[in-house]
């Protein structure tokens, strides 16, 4: 979630200065108040973070389909940048040239860890599996048309990038997406993709937050964790209110008086709403 919320951060910060000059520490601050943003979504129910997730993955689609539809287009009416990189050939630069065999292994491993990171999140189904009405014939189904549709696309994305940038700006940025927009729309185009890679950055995180809650509900259901992380401490409110008030007698009152609000203010959320605490 770190990773997301960090990528998320620099995407915003290429849409408020373009040049790329942000301090380290706003860009953490940024990822900070997306993360906040949304565990607070999801603190609204499940309604609200399956909500918030199909519009992320709307979002996120849209954006893909709008880069291969586009690159390709400019590929094929006025060239492409790719044309004039040797991309079998012998590497230009003298100091790639001048690694050692074990160092371009190394280097080789680095991309594929990278390029590995972009299917991830596969894994995260098996959290939400058991709350599936049939789950032996929708989890394959959705795995794999995910697989399908995650595959094709970030190879699409890829050819359409190539098309259309130069080899060594991809290279040397992180933030492609923005200058496929300046290359293409300019301005106004870095800063629309740069808004939208921002927002499906929070799209993943949302995935990485939603099951990550379900999670623990599922393992202090199963006593892994602490029963009160899946409300499972009481079964009725009156019972949380005096477990509450019971577990915190020991510590100071202003300590007490500021969980037994916070307990009050989202007693509707955790018993109408069934939200994990």
Known sequence: ??????????????????????????????????????????????????????????????????????GIAVNLMHGS?????????????PQRQALSSWEMIGNYITAIYGALFCYGGWETIGFVAGDMANSSRDLPRVIYTAMCVAVSGFVLLNI??????????IRDRSVVAVDFGLQIFGTSGALIYSLVVSASCLGALNANVFT?????????????????????????????SLSTRKALKRFPTIIVAALIWFAERTEALRWDKQVPV
């Open 1 to 70: 979630m770190a990773i997301i919320a960090m990528v998320f951060a620099e995407n915003l910060g290429a849409a408020v200065t373009p040049t790329g000059n942000i301090s380290e520490w706003k860009i953490k601050a940024v990822a900070l108040a997306g993360l906040y943003l949304i565990t607070s979504i999801n603190c609204l129910g499940t309604a609200a973070g399956t909500r918030a997730a199909n519009a992320f993955l709307l979002l996120k689609l849209l954006a893909v389909a709008s880069i291969v539809v586009i």
């Open 160 to 169: 359409a990038l190539f098309s259309v940038l130069p080899f060594q700006l």
């Open 212 to 240: 990550t809650g379900r999670l623990c509900v599922a393992a202090s259901e199963s006593h892994f964790f602490p029963r009160i992380l899946g409300n499972g401490h009481c079964s009725t409110r009156e019972g949380d």
């Open 81 to 93: 940048a790719y044309r004039k990189v040797v991309w079998f050939g012998k590497d230009p630069d």
